[in-house]
């Protein structure tokens, strides 16, 4: 019922500056579907003046129409009717992710539109429900923690969820009362536009959100350079986020909010219940997305006793994929975004061959699938603590499997030098559960679950190099805007 012809789906291209469409002819970037490798449309590769532009129309816009000094009730309202019509253009909406994007359109519409809007409206709610503080000073005077908005955020998003990115960036920054230059990434540009477009509708004034198109090295280090952009919220590769946190000190000083790469632990005890249950958890964890997540748990630290009945339920479900275009309804398993992630992906499972590693499962692509590049779900086990696969986010749906005896061992092994961004650990035990939980260097830790649910207020981030700061949860909101001390003597 969802399927849809792909080369029947109609979109705008270019810059949405001001409300508008421009540089729609000055496409130089080819941009691919992910199922079947086929370039279908291009973008600019907007440079420094370009950026300029929609900075400083951001900048005018923000404050002329009123938007920064709007009461945040207005704010909200806007918000919220933003959402709604997400909503109500799901079925457009959907076409045009699940057409360039690595996401099946049973996907889009089911979980990542309903997810896009509702982070939005979140942030509707936020609006007006955070203050600033009142500080306790001497008697005769009063002193006041007082919040406004920065003034420009520049946000950059990557190309695995590109809705609801989005929606992560603009919903906070815009309900703080700032004027947003977004840019996308230049592998999935163009439901962005959309919903720019979109919040146009619902009463954002035009200017207030930009979108620029561009390459990163580009279109995103000229973002991020500009002084009038006051913060910067990225998500991508932690080499990137090093790369824009030098940047952002290039111009002036502004603060940077990351969320990067992981290696996630699945940390699984032999108490963890019914073997069948916690495969399927651990499943979702690395496979969904093609394992094309930040989050995604490709780190199984299992303990011997549960292991081999896990193993075995692992390989039965591991098998049961097939792959399909994500136009089509039926398709429930994701390709790889690209050629340079699949070859990203293949030279990983060889290098962990080359290293003592062994195939369990999967291990190369789906015969048949020479036009997109759609990846095996994989178990590779042998894998010494060093070994690239345990080191490295591959990006794809690749899990290491590693034994261990005790609890102590358990949790040493599911530590991981470089990254901290989540785990999850398996247990009927509480103490065991919470002694995990204390000990594990990760920003998020799921128990007897594993991924986010719809519950916006639990913010997320990593610790190291897997970022700094969070996205959603009142935190994000908060981090939009900047505080000013008062002191009145009375
Ligand atoms: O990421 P980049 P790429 C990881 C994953 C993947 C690897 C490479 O391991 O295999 O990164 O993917 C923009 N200044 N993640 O190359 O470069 C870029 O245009 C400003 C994890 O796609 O981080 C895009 O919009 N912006 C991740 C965005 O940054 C720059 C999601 C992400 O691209 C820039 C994606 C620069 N100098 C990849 N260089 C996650 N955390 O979920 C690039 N960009």
Redesign the pocket.
């Known amino acids: 019922m969802l399927s849809f012809d792909p080369n029947k789906v109609e979109f705008s291209t270019g810059n949405y500056i001001d409300g508008q469409y421009c540089h729609k002819n000055q496409g130089q970037i080819p941009v691919h579907r992910p199922s079947d490798g086929q370039s279908y449309a291009d973008i600019p590769e907007s440079g420094a003046q370009v950026v300029a532009q929609a900075v400083e129309i951001a900048e005018q816009q923000r404050i002329r129409s009123g938007w920064s000094e709007a009461s945040p009730r207005q704010r909200g309202a806007v918000l919220r009717r933003w959402a709604d019509l997400i909503e109500a253009d799901a079925p457009y909406l959907g076409q045009l992710e699940a057409l360039g994007s690595t996401r099946p359109i049973s996907d889009v519409i089911h979980h990542e539109i309903p997810f896009t809007a509702e982070a939005i409206r979140f942030y509707g709610e936020c609006a007006d429900k955070y203050s600033g503080d009142l500080l306790p000073t001497r008697k005769d005077s009063l002193g006041m923690l007082v919040p406004e908005p920065y003034g420009v955020v520049g946000a ?5 969820f590109p809705l609801s990115m989005a929606s992560w960036k603009c919903g906070p920054a815009l309900a703080a009362g700032n004027g947003v230059v977004l ?5 999935t540009p163009f439901s962005t536009l959309r919903l720019a477009e979109l919040a146009v509708q619902a009463g954002l004034p035009a200017g207030v959100l930009n979108i620029v198109q561009g ?3 580009h279109t ?2 000229a ?2 350079k500009h002084p009038q952009v006051r913060k910067v919220s ?4 932690t ?2 986020g090093a ?2 946190m030098s ?1 952002a000190g290039f111009n002036g000083m502004k603060p940077v909010t990351l ?3 992981g290696k996630s632990p699945q940390l699984v005890f032999n108490d963890a219940g019914d073997p069948a249950e916690v495969a399927a958890r651990i499943l979702r964890g690395f496979t969904a997305n093609g394992g094309q ?2 989050v995604a748990g490709t780190r199984l630290v299992v303990q011997r006793g549960i292991a081999p009945a896990l193993i075995d339920h692992l390989l039965q479900l591991c098998q049961s994929f097939r792959p399909a275009n994500t136009w089509q309804g039926s398709c429930q398993y994701s390709p790889l975004i690209d050629q340079r ?1 699949g070859e ?1 992906v293949q030279r990983l499972v060889q290098q962990c061959c080359e290293q003592g590693g062994e195939i369990l499962t999967g291990g190369q692509r789906f015969a048949g699938t020479e036009q997109g590049w759609f990846w095996q779900p994989t178990l590779l086990s042998g894998v010494a603590a060093d070994n690239c696969a345990v080191q490295e ?1 591959i ?1 794809g749906p690749v899990l290491t499997v590693q034994y261990f005896d005790d609890e102590d061992e358990g949790i040493a092994l599911a530590q991981h030098e470089t990254y901290g961004l989540c785990a999850g650990v398996h247990t009927l035990s509480l103490p065991v559960a919470m002694r995990a939980m204390q000990s594990l260097n990760a920003g998020t830790v799921w128990i007897n679950r594993y991924g986010r649910s719809g519950d916006f207020i639990i913010p997320t981030g990593g610790f190291m190099g897997s970022g700094i700061g969070k996205d959603l949860g009142r935190q994000a909101f908060q981090a939009c805007q900047r505080q000013k001390s008062v002191l009145i003597d009375f």
Do not use: Y
């Open positions: 950059i998003t990557p190309w695995n840019k996308p990434s230049e592998l390459s990163g090295r995103g280090s973002l991020v990225f998500t991508g590769s080499a990137t790369q824009i940047d969320e990067l790469g997540a930040c992630q990203k986010e990006f």
